[in-house]
T-cell receptor, first 115, second 112 residues
Framework: GAVVSQHPSWVICKSGTSVKIECRSLDFQATTMFWYRQFPKQSLMLMATSNEGSKATYEQGVEKDKFLINHASLTLSTLTVTSAHPEDSSFYIC???????????FGSGTRLTVV | DAKTTQPTSMDCAEGRAANLPCNHSTISGNEYVYWYRQIHSQGPQYIIHGLKNNETNEMASLIITEDRKSSTLILPHATLRDTAVYYCIAVPMNTGFQKLVFGTGTRLLVSP
């Protein structure tokens, strides 16, 4: 079946530093990828949608200069949290879609803790 | 905003069928009903989806009412590993990939 690999699974960083999260589709080409954020005991909130080779479309209220998304190839998208602050601590999840795959396949998530 | 509403939580005994309801009374004719589940600290897992007809796969069955205003996900023989948050999502059938808008979901607890 379709597999999406997300790395790292958890990361701790100091306030003010940047963190990059990778999302890879292992056995299919993902034309569209989505990035979500989930705070404890809450549902997933969509942050942005990215299409390969295009600029990401951010949801209202999400700072595009703080959450940099790159979707340079059909199998890789990255989310960089710049100048991270403790309030950015959250569970970040990517999702990939393809016309060859049923539904939307999610990565296993990255737990970011900013100290 | 999510177009679906679900009970906050449900309990089920291991080995019994778990029936999870979802209300989507404002769903459009071109919107699928998708079900995902999220086990603690993991990414959501696809379960099943349907448009009008009932659907069944190796994981579950999906029963959609004739007026499409509600549906029920059925896990025929729940196990402890089925404990998770279950999300019912309406997804447009348009061309291109539409973003999934997650509601609050139903927290299913399967007990021995």
């Amino acid at each position: 079946g379709a597999v999406v690999s997300q790395h790292p699974s958890w990361v701790i960083c100091k306030s003010g530093t940047s963190v990059k999260i990778e999302c890879r589709s292992l056995d299919f080409q993902a034309t569209t990828m989505f990035w979500y954020r989930q705070f404890p005991k809450q549902s997933l909130m969509l942050m942005a949608t990215s299409n390969e080779g295009s600029k990401a479309t951010y949801e209202q209220g999400v700072e595009k200069d703080k959450f940099l998304i790159n979707h340079a190839s059909l199998t890789l998208s990255t989310l960089t949290v710049t100048s991270a602050h403790p309030e950015d601590s959250s569970f970040y999840i990517c999702s990939a879609s393809s016309i060859t795959v049923y539904g939307y396949t999610f990565g296993s998530g990255t737990r970011l803790t900013v100290v | 905003d999510a177009k679906t509403t679900q009970p906050t939580s449900m309990d089920c005994a291991e080995g019994r069928a778990a029936n999870l309801p979802c209300n989507h009374s404002t769903i459009s004719g071109n919107e699928y009903v998708y079900w995902y589940r999220q086990i603690h600290s993991q990414g959501p897992q696809y379960i099943i989806h349907g448009l009008k007809n009932n659907e069944t796969n190796e994981m579950a069955s999906l029963i959609i009412t004739e007026d499409r205003k509600s549906s029920t996900l059925i896990l025929p023989h729940a196990t402890l590993r089925d404990t998770a948050v279950y999300y019912c999502i309406a997804v447009p059938m348009n061309t291109g990939f539409q973003k999934l808008v997650f509601g609050t979901g139903t927290r299913l607890l399967v007990s021995p």
